[in-house]
Structures are given as C-alpha cells and as structure tokens.
C-alpha cells in the first residue's frame, strides 16, 4: 500500500476535474483550472503537454478541448484508504457522525479490509482523562444538531451550564465545532449577536450543553471567520527570546509550532519568536511558556510579562513564607 | 544541466527540508549546510510552488530564509497535505490511469488484451500489451481494480461501490473532514475527501501538529510490522548529531503527546533487554525482519511498565528503578477547584490528597521525574513544596526558579 504514490498527486486531481467536466473548454479554462487547482509551477508542465497531444485525452476541435472520457469517474477507494476507513470504525467518535446502520453498512463494504491501525497502538500519554462522553446518546445529538445547523447557519438556543455551575441560555450561530487533541473535547466556535448587527465570537464546551433547539432563524450573510479570529490577536505579540540549552530551541520550535509565529536568530545562542495570540489563547500559552522555565526568557507584551511576573512573585512569596514558618 | 521539475520521485529527499523550512523558520541558504547550495534552491523553489499561501520571506543581515507560516486556528486543512501530491510520473501512467479506469467503471470484466483493444479502439491510443499488463497488476495490487482468474484467462473490474455509498452520505462525508484533520493519517482522509470533491468548512483542530504528516510513510512502515509481530531495523538520524545508526528492535506501540509536537515509537531492544522510544522524526527507513516470537509477551510487560511511565523515558538521572515526586500546591477552595481538576486530568495516575485547608498535596512514582518538570512548572505561583527520591530533579527545579526570579528581577 504506497501512500506516495501518482495517482493522488496534485496533477491527476486536476486533470481528473477537466476530464469530468461535461462542457467543452478552451485553453483558456484550462489554464484557470490548472492555475486555481494546481502548484505553482504547475501550468508549465502541463499546458504543453495537454497542447502538444502527449497526453492524448482530449478531441480537439479547432481551440475547443472535449473530453475523451464517457464517464465521470471517481477513483475508486483503494486499499490503503480502505484500511484507513476501516480503522475509523473503531473510533468511539464515528458515531458522532454516522448511525448504527450506516456503520453496518460500511462495515460490511469493508469486510476484506485490514485495520491500518489499532485504538491499541496508539498511546496518547499526556491527553487530559476527563475527554467528552462520544457514546452517550444526548451528547451525540447535541453533536449532531449543531452539524446541520452550522451548515445552513442557522440561529440555535443553547441551553449552557457555565463552568461556575450555572445554567444559561443564548442564541448562537455555530461558526466551527473545534476539537482539542490535548482535552479530547468538542468546543463549539460560535457567533453571538452583540448590538446591532455585531457578532462575536464565544468558544462553548459541548459537554456542557444542556439542550441545544434549531430555531427558524438563518443568518443571511456569511461571515467572514477567520477575519474574526485574526481580528481577535493582540496587535503587540507574545515576544520571547529562546536560549538553546537543553534542546530547548527544537523543543520550543515544534511546541509552538501550531502558532502563528516568526522567529530570527539573535545570536550564535539565542532566537527571538514572535507569537500572535488573542485573549482566548492567553492562559494556555502562559503556562506553556512557564513549562520551559528558564530556557524561555519573556520580552513583551507588557500584558503577558506582568501575567508572569506575578506568578513568579507569587511563586517567591509563597516559598519565602514557608521558609520563615519552618526555618531549617 | 537538467530543468528543474515541480514534481519529485521520492518524499524521504523533500522531507527534511519541508521539516526544517516549517519548524525551523530562521534557516538561511548558508544554515543547510548538509546539502549543496544548488540542492538547496531547488528544494526551497519546489517548496514555494506547492505551499505558495503559506511561504514567508524574510531578509536578514545573513541573507534571505524563508519560512511556512502556518495558524492552525484558521485552517481547514493541513497544508502539509500537498507534500504527498508531489509524486512524478509518466506520460504513459497519467494516459493509462484515466483510460482503463473509464473503461472499467461502467462494470464491464476485461482481460489485459481486451482492455489493449478497447484503448485503440474507444481513445485511438495505441499501448502494447506488456505496459497495458503490467498497469493493471500494479492497480490490482494498490485495490484501484480488480483482478481474478476465469477459468485460465486473468480478468480485471472495477467496483465502485464504495465511493458511491460514500458519495452519497454527507455524515460520512463530514466524518472524512473532520478525521482528515484529527487523529494519525489525515493524509489518507484528505485523499478520500479529495476524490470526493468535498471540503471541510466544518471543523477546526486544536493541539494537533501539523508536521506529523511528514512521518506517515514511516509509521505505515512500523505498523505493519506491528500488525505482523515483526521486529525492524530502523535507520536513525540523531536530531542533535549528524551521524546515523541502525537499531534492531521489536516496534510495539506509538506514543503521541499532544502538548509537544513529539512522536514515538516505542519498542522493546533484544540486545539491551529493556524497552526503549524513539522520535519518529528522526528514523529515516525502516526495514522489516523475522516474526518476534515473544511479541505478546512484550506488549503484555509494556503495558505494566507503562503505569509508571510519565512520558517516555524508561529510566530517571539517578538510575533507580522508581522515583517518588511529591508536590505541595496552594488551592483557594472553592474559587480554584478547576487547579484539582487539572491534577486529576493531567496527573496521569498520581494521587492527589486534601491535606489541610487551602492545600493539596499531589503524589506519583514514575521512572522519570525529570520528565514532570515542565508539567510542574505549570503550576508555578501555588507550589508550596517539591520532593522528589531524585535529588538533581529537585534541585533543578529549585535552581530554574532562582533563575527565573533573576531573569524577571523579581524581589
């Protein structure tokens, strides 16, 4: 089973796209098709060989290219995505998405296939033990009614236990529904009407989620998501000087790696990294960096230097009392 | 001199530098020093052209570097994926592809000559029976057709089944979106959702690393030999040091963190008698040996040993067999009880106990304590006490804050 392999390059999806369509094109259409779909560079070894007959799967008629193909094909699964599939099927989480029948059904077009990987191979060592319940009944429904309100964007009342305990409820249009590998949790991204025509963004856990009702209320204009998100960072970054002893450099590079981040050398020993962060992410980065200890020296912002500071001073405190209460 | 291609022949040449290019965004021309400059500028070119969203310039004192600059928070696709869309190819494989697959896909059973035939006669295209064979045993074998004997005549089909059913159902459809950018192959996912024609606009993923796609094709490698109770010899490449050296072990379990962005094999060495891990980033080829004939009872040995395990060390700096550390935590109750919550769910087994008002105390034995202390440092501002059997772990500990409060002046 080759998972770099031609037939799922980037050239044959292209291609595939051309020869599927039904009406006739010019070179033109080709160029804009292989220029949106393909790398690059792509439109260079294409186009002539499409022009000059070496891939021979067009009629051409004058400037028009016709499809030699009667069909519109897929490529079929093969074995290897039909053991990828298989595996998913023993992921508590595929009932999330699919209904015991379905399951069946998919299970039985699999039958020959072999697991490309066991739940049991796998060992998640520092994912956090309180993940959200994926086979209980009311939580995949809540799953599920989000799903396909997210797709229609449409407006759902959401009955809420906050983390203080109380229950609360508002109306949201679900914008993503965000999975953290580290809590093994479902977050819903929604957008919260606030003033006139204004929305804002508010991350909900769905295990918190008491009730969860559609209403008939669509929003009319998309929005634009990550315009939000971005919108959200902090226009001074997280700004941190990275000293590399204990592999510290390569440790922070990968750690940090899901940031918008740019670092530079300083010099022979030190890398300065800029971190673009919203309030959102703020408490998590904190104690990511506080992980580092020394390694990792905090420049700016102003906000995120006093944030740890105080915790240091804190930190000083407490040990300072105990020292004077149990002199040594 | 040869043109330069956008497409590659094989992936373990690209994938150190899309490693370094990503992780590492500092690198200048001059900083890959273990390849030819030429080398160097076809790499970073290719690069560009398939991850052309992502590619950031900067130009520095020491010259220009260019670096991927990629937000999880606002993709719905891992743009690593492209790398895998690389390979190259024939004229003859990408007209052969499309043919036969349009021959068969109406259901029709053809043999090797038939299918020959069929290309003059359907396409006007003339191949000679030996590549037209050999394509065919090459799909047959990769599961894109099929292949049976009729009595003595070898024939070969097409079942579409499969792709319509998934076609047809949008929950399984957004099922793919959704695996496609959690949990390990996504690539293989994102391939699935590709042929579908279908995108996710749906999920995003959190704590998930992107550039552990670049490790699929060597897991696929582990796995199945792990699947076949194999042992391996793995071809390592030590990330600090240039050199590389061969390992024979028994592959046996893949330990992920989802905090670091690291990814292990863990695996039991025969010579040594103890198990041991292994970044999977930094085995370059895995060769697959003789059926392990005690492979059960190692997965049985793992799985007492891994209680105390903290990440994947299977030995402390002291060289114990245990280590006992013992933390004292200052909680508000009830204002702070989520930081109870946090020593339960992250702990990993460790007890934690109420031992007077306001305070915690929190309690484990692993093999490694060095490995808890950037899991303790998270708790800096409430740590009332830290013991540990090793007695450099706590002092390290100690002497990082003494540091840190020099480092930020704190009084």
Partial sequence: MELFSETYSCYYQVLHHLLCCQNPLTIEDIRREISQEGFGESLISMIPKLENGTWNLFERDGIIYRSKLNSSFSMPVTSLEQSYLKALLSDPRMGLFLDPKQLDNLNDMLASAVPLWKQEQFYYYDQFTDGDPYTDEKYRSIFRTLLAAQKQRRYVDIDYTSPRGTRVHHYYVPARLEYSVKNDKFRLLALKQCGHSRMRLETLNLSRMQRVIPTDKILSSPVDFNHMIQHSYYTDPLRLHIINKRNALERAMLHFANYNKNTTKIDENTYECLIYYNQNMETELLIEVLSFGPMLKVLGNERFLYSLKARLQRQKEITSELCLQNPK | ?411
């Fill in chain 2, 1 to 411: 001199m040869s043109e330069f291609q956008e497409l590659v022949k094989s992936f373990s040449k690209t994938r150190e530098y899309v490693r370094d290019f990503f992780v590492y965004g500092f690198k200048t021309r001059n900083e890959f020093k273990t390849k030819s400059p030429r080398t160097y500028d076809n790499e970073r070119r290719r690069l560009e052209s398939w991850l052309a969203p992502f590619v950031r310039k900067d130009y520095g004192s020491k010259g220009s570097n260019i670096s991927l600059a990629i937000d999880s928070n606002l993709l719905d696709t891992n743009p690593l994926f492209q790398v895998w869309k690389t390979k190259s190819f024939t004229d003859n494989d990408i007209m052969l592809h499309f043919l036969i697959l349009d021959l068969l896909w109406d259901g029709q059973i053809l043999t090797a000559e038939e299918i020959t035939d069929n290309l003059l006669t359907r396409y006007e295209t003339l191949f000679d029976i030996q590549t037209v064979r050999r394509k065919c045993n090459a799909y047959a074998k990769e599961g894109i057709i099929h292949k049976k004997k009729q009595g003595k005549t070898v024939v070969f089909s097409l079942d579409n089944r499969l792709i319509l059913w998934l076609k047809s159902h949008e929950d399984a459809l957004d099922a793919l979106a959704f695996y496609q950018m959690a949990g390990c192959f996504g690539i293989v996912g994102n391939l699935l959702t590709d042929q579908l024609g279908f995108f996710n606009e749906t999920f995003r993923v959190k704590h998930s690393f992107f550039v552990h796609t670049l490790e699929e094709e060597i897991l696929l490698e582990l796995l199945d030999a792990m699947n076949h109770k194999k042992s391996v010899n793995l071809t390592i490449k030590s990330s600090k040091r240039e050199f590389t050296n061969t390992i024979s072990c028994v592959p046996l379990q893949i330990f992920t963190s989802a905090r670091s962005g690291r990814r292990f094999l863990c695996a039991y060495l025969e010579k040594k008698r103890r198990f041991s891990c292994f970044r999977l980033d930094t085995i370059k080829n895995v060769t697959s040996l003789e059926i392990s004939q005690v492979y059960e009872e190692l997965l049985e040995k793992l799985d007492k040993n891994r209680r105390h395990l903290w990440g994947v060390s299977f030995e402390g700096p002291e060289r114990r067999h245990l280590d006992r550390l013992t933390m004292t935590l200052q909680v508000q109750e009830p204002m702070e009880h989520y930081i109870i919550d946090r020593l339960e769910h992250e702990g990993r087994g460790g007890t934690v106990t109420r031992i007077a008002e306001n305070t915690y105390r929190y309690e484990t034995e692993v093999f490694d304590c060095n490995e808890m202390l950037p899991w303790v440092r998270t708790f800096t501002g409430r740590i009332l006490s830290l013991e540990c059997t090793a007695k450099s772990v706590e002092q390290r500990f100690y002497q990082d804050l003494q540091n840190m409060y020099q480092m930020y002046e704190i009084e």
